[in-house]
């Protein structure tokens, strides 16, 4: 009887033993690097179980043992659910860092930059194309309900989700611009400071001239001049897709276009733009006591300003002398003398 229960003794020692060991084993193997060479991004996918997790961690090279991937979920004194997403994965990452990584929530945030001065077209185009998002677009944005920015977004948002977020930063951003709006401007509503911003968007891209920009068309309405912008009276010709690369006409400055400014009287009616935050602030905060009304290229990606007809065609007659220099420069002599025709300046008298 005595040697039996040495015998049971014994077999408890053995498998307890067996027991420490595995357990000590399966910790090491929690804990050890695992075999994946640098960092990597995984996809969980939606309702995806322990099995699924393991088989998609095996298959992108995070873990070797899916088996004890497993257990570690199933045994886990802490249990926190794993949402479905894009994960980064370290390099040499354990199978216990890959639980808390999955169970830390903490999605890989992709960025989608919209530039400054781009048509709602060509940002519902770049939505479109972004892979990591899902959906078709089906929501309605028009021009200038957007506001240019970078925008984080994780995998499988929406394109509606993003291009929803678009639109409310732009009417925040709008709403708050308008509050601090300088006092007396001749414009008669939000509305028209976003049409405004989107002239001044594409008006100029050096970021001291935005408020001098806006000065020159105050001053303008103020007169009840016409505002000659070339960038409405293109858009109004193209939709937004420019000249691609010719000059603008007299014909094109005769066109029957509601976004003439050549021929009709104070603001298109829509923007021609999504612009940025700094032309709509430069919108309804221009250059204060700037009592210019013209302004034309200096040749050198700026812009000079006049307050008088006199002053501005001196400053039209030396930016041409610029270009025919810098023509002379690009390409030899003509056979026949000629002269260049040089852009038209603007905005005219």
């Not at 794993?82 to 199978?95: C, T, W």
């Not at 929501?139 to 409310?168: C, H, Q």
């Not at 951003?173 to 308008?178: F, V």
């Not at 000079?304 to 002053?311: D, G």
Request: aromatic share 6%; hydrophobic share 40%.
């Amino acid at each position: 009887m005595l040697s039996f229960f040495r015998w049971v003794l014994f077999f408890i020692v053995l498998l307890v033993t067996i027991l420490a060991g595995g357990l000590y084993l399966g910790h090491r193997m929690l804990v050890a690097q695992g075999p994946l060479e640098k960092n990597h991004n995984v996809v969980i996918p939606r309702g995806a179980g322990p099995s699924t997790m393991a088989k998609v961690l095996k298959e992108e090279g995070v873990i070797s043992h899916p088996l004890l991937f497993r257990i570690a979920l199933m045994i886990d004194p802490n249990p926190k659910p794993i949402k479905a997403g894009e994960y980064e994965m370290p390099a040499h990452v354990s199978m216990a860092s890959a639980v808390e990584v999955l169970q830390s929530a903490k999605m890989v945030q992709r960025r989608l930059t919209v530039p400054e001065g781009a048509t709602t077209a060509e940002i519902l185009e770049l939505v479109r194309k972004t892979d990591a998002l899902s959906g078709d677009i089906t929501i309605d944005v028009k021009e200038g309900d957007l506001l240019p920015e970078t925008y984080f977004y994780s995998r499988n948002d929406t394109r509606d989700s993003v291009l929803t977020r678009m639109k409310e930063a732009m009417d925040k951003t709008l709403d708050e611009a308008w509050r601090k709006r300088s006092p007396g401007l001749p414009l008669a509503s939000k509305r028209d400071a976003l049409v405004l911003a989107s002239i001044i968007e594409k008006e100029t891209s050096v970021p001291a001239e935005r408020a001098k920009i806006s000065a020159v068309y105050i001053n303008r309405l103020r007169l009840r001049m016409k505002l000659e912008s070339d960038p409405t009276t293109i858009y109004g010709l193209t939709g937004g897709k420019g000249l691609q690369g010719r000059e603008l006409t007299r014909a094109d400055l005769a066109s029957n276009s509601p976004y003439n400014t050549y021929v009709v009287a104070g603001l298109p009616p829509g923007p021609i733009c999504n612009p940025g935050r700094a032309s709509i602030l430069a919108a309804v905060s221009p250059t204060p006591r700037d009592h210019s009304l013209y302004f034309v290229a200096d040749g050198q990606g700026g812009h000079v300003f006049a307050t008088n007809v006199y002053e501005h065609n001196r400053n039209v007659a030396r930016w041409k002398e610029i270009q025919r220099q810098k023509l002379e420069q690009a390409s030899p002599p003509p056979q026949t003398p000629s002269s260049p025709q040089a852009p038209r300046p603007q905005p005219k008298p």
